[in-house]
């Protein structure tokens, strides 16, 4: 359960850094009513008006792009397993992704782009929503789980490519997990 707990925690360490961003900059949205741990890379289904009236639109996700044996986290362990003895890696390696969707200023009825205020307030609004998520993960994450927290690396960033309507940011965190002990008994002999 490991795994799907730090999923849950950095989902909520998210949507709180997103309801605080939206509480102190005018017009900035907040964490939106669709807000989950999903099983694979997210459909971009969930950009549009709010599903209720008290929170946001659009689509936060979290879930896990690998899991990996790590002896020296956060790089992999190239140790080859077998044999008559089950001697596990260190630590295993959790790497999660944090998408956040939201709607994307697009084409008018009468087939004309968006304006460049438009195109400025939906830039506006990815730049503040990249920075919480950033920093909700630095801040947040450290005291989840464990006492000290786990430890974790922070992956590269990228602002999506708006597609479908939907604009938003993706970013990747790895965590260092306790690693799982092998079975005692007759079948490890």
């Known amino acids: 359960m490991a795994v799907h707990e730090v999923a849950e925690s950095v989902l909520g360490c998210v949507c ?16 939106p009513c669709r807000a989950c741990v999903v099983p694979g890379p ?67 009825d009468r087939g004309c782009p ?21 920093n909700a993960l630095l801040c947040c994450l450290p005291t989840t789980g464990r006492r000290r927290g786990p430890q974790f690396f922070l992956g590269a960033q990228r602002v999506l490519e708006q597609a479908g309507g939907c604009m938003g940011v993706e970013q990747r965190v790895t965590v260092e997990l306790p690693n799982c002990g092998c079975p005692t008994g007759e079948e490890n002999q």
Do not use: K
């Open 42 to 108: 997210p459909a971009w289904d969930g950009c549009t008006d709010p599903c209720s009236t008290d929170r946001a639109g659009g689509q936060l996700t979290v879930h896990v792009a690998r899991i990996f044996a790590t002896s020296s986290f956060p790089v992999d362990d190239r140790t080859v397993q077998g044999g008559r003895n089950c001697v596990p890696a260190a630590s295993t390696g959790a790497e999660l992704v944090v998408t956040l969707l939201r709607c994307a200023p697009t084409m008018s």
């Open 114 to 134: 968006p304006t460049c205020d438009e195109l400025a307030a939906a830039a506006r609004t990815v730049h503040v929503d990249a920075t919480s998520i950033y």
């Open 16 to 31: 709180a850094a997103l309801d605080d961003a939206a509480a102190v900059v005018d017009g900035q949205p907040g964490c």
